[in-house]
């Protein structure tokens, strides 16, 4: 682009257009400098005009000249101002009772708003001690609480370190109560069997004298877990001493089965295959223990299975483990026990 005056090349920020002849121009082509260029503000360049568009002043009509007169204030000439070209007069009572006035109501209504502030203070001061009096039997009611769950927490605490005790004592006293008694496994049950019979079989198999008088109570009961085994005999004898000596016979023994104590029960045997096989079955005799510690016996055998202890047995209802011959017996009263191993 060109411009109309110079016809050399304008650059955008030095090109000033004509909003009547449309005529592209620099700006110092039609006398600006650079400063006033700049300051033209971007509206107004839309309407900027060339000095050949733009209309000569009209010239102004010469208006007859009136003799000035004193300005007069209060009636009172001064002659300071009697050059002004118009004449002023004020009063200035009438000026000070308006203004009076308006302060007067300004002031009322400022007065009006304090009172309604206040008035608004007051209420909002009342609720703020409102809800600080509730906050405060709230924190009351918050702390009592916390020391009566406290109170409630220490209790619990001592009532469970009791029930710990009580439950333990009632495991002794169960087993206590099982310090006479055998159980014997894995005997398959028969029709019409007579199990004061089967005991004394044992007992001619164990090499232990057995008599009626010595059996207070023989009786069968089903496993403790779902499983296809025959129901566990416990037998009940008449002394401690002689459930010692039975165990001790069993322990040495080793190895009695079904038609060991068949045969000693003067029980004919059918001579099948499956007979054959049935009475070939180990026969297991053990304590007398409750569930519990039925159920810690499983899991300390499988524990000494998984970290290779040598020895897991029975001695007067206390699990006792050795991992070799040469160390030390360890004894398993509870679970966390095993952790030992």
């Not at 109170?151 to 495991?171: K, M």
């Amino acid at each position: 682009m060109k411009c109309n005056n110079c016809s050399l090349d304008l650059a955008s920020n030095e090109m000033l257009k004509c909003s009547a002849c449309q005529h592209t121009l620099h700006y110092f082509c039609v006398g600006l400098s650079e400063v006033e260029f700049k300051k033209i503000l971007s509206m107004n360049l839309k309407k900027w005009k060339c000095p050949s568009c733009k209309q000569p002043k009209k010239p102004t009509t010469p208006t007859t000249t009136e003799p000035k007169s004193p300005l007069i204030i209060n009636g009172r000439s001064d002659d300071n101002v009697a050059n002004l070209p118009s004449i002023v007069s004020i009063d200035t009572d009438i000026l000070l009772k308006s203004m009076n006035s308006q302060f007067q109501q300004l002031s009322m209504d400022m007065e009006g708003l304090k009172t309604s502030v206040n008035g608004r203070l007051d209420q909002l001061s009342a609720s703020i001690n409102g809800w600080a009096s509730k906050f405060q039997e709230l924190e009351e009611t918050v702390t009592n609480v916390r020391a009566e769950v406290a109170a409630v927490t220490e209790e619990n605490t001592a009532l469970r370190s009791q029930l710990n005790v009580i439950q333990q004592n009632l495991d002794e006293q169960e087993q206590k109560a099982r310090q006479c008694n055998i159980e014997i496994q894995n005997l398959p049950a028969k029709p019409s069997e007579n199990l004061i019979h089967v005991t004394l079989a044992l007992g001619k198999v164990l090499n232990v004298p057995l008599t009626v008088e010595s059996i207070k109570a023989v009786h069968r009961v089903a496993p403790n877990i779902q499983s296809d085994r025959p129901k566990n005999i416990i037998v009940e004898l008449c002394s401690r001493r002689l459930r010692d000596d039975v165990i001790a016979a069993a322990r040495a023994r080793r190895g009695v089965t079904v038609g060991q104590l068949l045969e000693a029960a003067a029980t004919p045997s059918s001579g099948s295959a499956d007979q054959q096989k049935a009475e070939s079955r180990p026969i297991f005799i053990n304590e007398h223990l409750t569930l519990k510690n039925k159920i810690l016996y499983s899991k300390t055998r499988k524990a000494v299975a998984e970290k290779n202890y040598k020895f897991v047995w029975i001695k007067n209802a206390a699990i006792l483990v050795r991992r070799d011959d040469s160390s030390a017996i360890i004894r398993i009263r509870k679970e966390s026990d095993l952790i030992k191993l």
